[in-house]
T-cell receptor, first 112, second 117 residues
Framework: SQTIHQWPATLVQPVGSPLSLECTVE??????LYWYRQAAGRGLQLLFY??????ISSEVPQNLSASRPQDRQFILSSKKLLLSDSGFYLC???????????FGPGTRLLVL | AQKVTQAQTEISVVEKEDVTLDCVYE???????LFWYKQPPSGELVFLIR??????QNEISGRYSWNFQKSTSSFNFTITASQVVDSAVYFC??????????????FGKGTHLIIQP
């Protein structure tokens, strides 16, 4: 069966510091991968999605970036964090477009 | 553009009551998919159901049921005989088959369901 992992689970970072969140999927190949952010008290917003290695599409302009160095690895990064980057970051995968997306456990990021 | 509205921000009921969570969507596509997810306090989103726009049959899974009505662009979720373990935030989401370019889901803002013992 397929599983999706995210780490770290929780992160507290100062403003201006770099960020790297990792997501890996097991038990499937060539998945579609997604990064979402959930700000406090709000719904989920799609940040990036990827249909293959090195292929990244951005939905929201911001100081975050994403990379997919391997088939089942998806990384969310920032060179300099802002206070507004605080939130709950969720990674998801699906086998094909419009199919069900399955979510990881998430990373809670607090920028101080 | 696609949009999902969950007008109920928070609902509180006593255990064993039935409760319905509303979801209204907007899309210009004729082919689309609707989803419900549950987010317990741990934060992980748990998939509940996926329905395509051509299948308007209502679905029942144990105490859960879903009512899809294209005429009113609604996809409502009912929990029968609610239990404390049903307490969570529930999200309705939409995915269009074509258009917009994005493969992601458009989520509503969620309904916080509180089941009191």
């Amino acid at each position: 069966s397929q599983t999706i992992h995210q780490w770290p689970a929780t992160l507290v970072q100062p403003v201006g510091s770099p960020l790297s969140l990792e997501c890996t999927v097991e038990g499937t190949s060539n998945p579609n991968l997604y990064w979402y952010r959930q700000a406090a008290g709000r719904g989920l917003q799609l940040l990036f999605y990827s249909v293959g290695i090195g292929q990244i599409s951005s939905e929201v302009p911001q100081n975050l970036s994403a990379s997919r160095p391997q088939d089942r690895q998806f990384i969310l990064s920032s060179k300099k964090l802002l206070l507004s980057d605080s939130g709950f970051y969720l990674c998801a995968w699906s086998q094909r477009r419009q199919e069900t997306q399955y979510f990881g456990p998430g990373t809670r990021l607090l920028v101080l | 553009a696609q949009k999902v509205t969950q007008a109920q921000t928070e609902i509180s009921v006593v255990e064993k009551e039935d409760v319905t969570l509303d979801c209204v969507y907007e899309t210009r596509d004729t082919t689309y998919y609707l989803f419900w997810y549950k987010q317990p306090p741990s934060g992980e989103l748990v998939f509940l159901i996926r329905r395509n726009s051509f299948d308007e049959q209502n679905e029942i899974s144990g105490r859960y049921s879903w009512n899809f009505q294209k005429s009113t662009s609604s996809f409502n979720f009912t929990i029968t005989a609610s239990q404390v373990v049903d307490s969570a935030v529930y999200f309705c989401a939409l995915s269009e088959a074509v258009g917009g370019g994005a493969d992601g889901l458009t989520f509503g803002k969620g309904t916080h369901l509180i089941i009191q013992p």
